[in-house]
């Protein structure tokens, strides 16, 4: 047992804090600050990762990916995190590519996963439907096959981002006589495509993320059906699995908490800093202790990966528990900001960390349900850890 | 990276775990608790024979030369058995500070080794609750030695001790950090007077009062003034010893209490099949894991500064007091009725747990001692 870096872990977390110094730029970081310039600024950041080499470090090696040890993908992650830089967005890179290089076929691969790496498709994911939210089987977008082509018709919803996107992947129904699970087809269907229709929906946070998507009569060509017509739904389960692991978040929780604890050194209180203050103390380290445990959690599931074994059951956990600490942070940030705690305006009102306290916290409440809801999770561990039927 | 055993410490768990398994169910455990000294001398026995008595101590020293993830695994499965001989006591803190000790102290290492010798470290006073520095009991210079008076309370294996290890006054006044020495004392010296009694985990412990009790200054362990130094750093090693302990414990309630539901038959079910009880039973295994996960990391910054160690080993002994209620409690209501009785071996385990939290400073002591840490 050791978790101890070795002189070349030493030396890629220079190489990595050297990158991140240059590439991480005063002018890219206001561009992406920015609602009129941040896919722009989003897509570009992701392109100077991927000249870099490490824009998907979790891919297989043939089609891009960096075989990383868990130590480098730790290092990584924790030094992206500390500089401030955005996650790449996970919906092509660590969301339809593990399922295109698994479940597709060769042109698919070609045709898909150079332009994920470069992000020159933006994607997200149909999943959701006004009907189907937890129990996501019981989705009802048909897809019917007419010549070459699917026809496609119904809704998805809660979209994030796809006023954006080029692409979506959808779990579509193309066989209703089964069980729910059984009939669902996995698709790739080009957002230009005469049919769809994009509709906002304005979030508790005031703003624009999430999006309902309307298909009317959509021609998607059956080249674009992944593996099996029929066998979606096993596609889509291997995936969730790498989404959760992806949520979990440690490594920006940990940036967050750094700042909160960095705020409340400066707000007084009584004339006193707010982070000497017992209560404070205690609600801080609350969740600071659960997060250093939660950052072992990843580790010694990192390390089980690295020695070859998917992301499993255990990866609930890590959704569960990094999302409850994401929120707990949320409300923190939310506290130590005082009178400023629900600004709502761009202009300068004398608090410049209060706005992302209000917009972080009310976005942040969709984590416990976003991934397969914190109960469905619970769901997956009493059944599949605990052998409770 | 990685969070591995080796091949010797895969042998190391599971000879432990076998003798749990073989000699130490339940029925036993109890025969155990029901003797005057509150362990089984054949038992004892048997550790030395194995070699368990040896494990952390150095080469030099005649010991096995085994690191903190040696310790801690035996203690993780000591813990599932809810194994009374004291080699927390005996071993650990004692044994530790011995280590730390003078040529001519660390010669009784040997005797611990064997089995032969029973050791207690006295610490805690009536005042004192969990601050290490506060010490009130005196230790005042005497020609080559010192004269010691004062009392000690709840010394873990105090009763059957065949020498302490006490912390005294040398100067300063009661709180100060400095002025703190160890003395090694016979038990059985002039002076020395023992009340033993029992904890509600069944271990025999002991308050121990100290009238004039004559030392000499080789009797000294480590620099005089110093101790209070020495007595942190081993109570940081015995701190991840009873959080593996408890991670040992833990995992066996919650498999315990998994087994109950499904076996458990209400409203013509088995209970395990409500996603009510179902919740309850995965916030029990998370709380387990995410415990696991502070106890890997305490036993790996071993190595890493100073400070880091600390706050991992605070950490580590808020969530054993705070994750391990969470287990016991849930694994109480989940046995309904019959996890009330003295019959089930499930309130032993929560029993232990909970003196395991009370143990060198609660989850609050802890907590408010790793956020002072943090600056």
Redesign the interface.
Known sequence: ????FSAEDLAFRDEVRAFLTEAYDDDLKARLADKATYKEAQIEWQRRVNAKGWAAPGWPAEYGGCSW???QS?IYENERSAAGAPDMLPFGLKMVAPVIYTFGNDEQKQRFLPRILNSDDWWCQGYSEPGAGSDLASLKTRAEVDGDDYIVNGAKIWTSYAQYADWIFCLVRTDSSGKKQDGISFLLIDMKTPGIKVNPIIGIDNRHTLNEVEFNNVRVPKANLIGEQDKGWTYAKALLAHERTAIAGVAASKKELAEI?EIAGRELSGGIALSSD?LF??N???I???L??????E??VL?KAASGAHPGP?SS?LK??GTEIQQALQKLRLDVAGHYAGIQTEEAVGNEYADKARVDYMYGRAATVYGGSN?VQ??I??KF????? | MNFDYTEEQNMLKDSVARFVQDQYDFEARCKVAALEEGYSADNWKTFAELGWLSIPFAEEHGGFGGNVVDTMLLMEELGKGLVLEPFLATVVLFGGLLSRGAADQQQYIGSVIEGSLQGAFAYAERQSRFNLNDVATQAIANGDGYRLNGEKIVVLNGAVADKLIVSARTSGSQLDSAGISLFLVDANAKGVARQGYRMMDGQKVANILLQDVEVTSADLVGELDQGLALMQSVISEATVAVGAEAVGIMDKLQATTVEYTKTREQFGVAIGSFQALQHRMVEMFMACEQTRSLLYRAACSQSADQAQADRDVLALKVMVGRAGKLVGDEAFQLHGGIGMTDELDVGHYVKRLMMINTLFGDADFSQQRFAELAG
Do not use: C, H
């Open positions: 047992m050791d978790t101890t040890s868990a130590t730790f604890r017992p103390q205690k801080l380290t609350d600071e202790i659960e250093m445990a939660l950052e072992y959690t580790l010694r390390a255990e956990l569960i528990k109960e619970k769901n561990i009493a850890v605990l052998g409770l039927k």
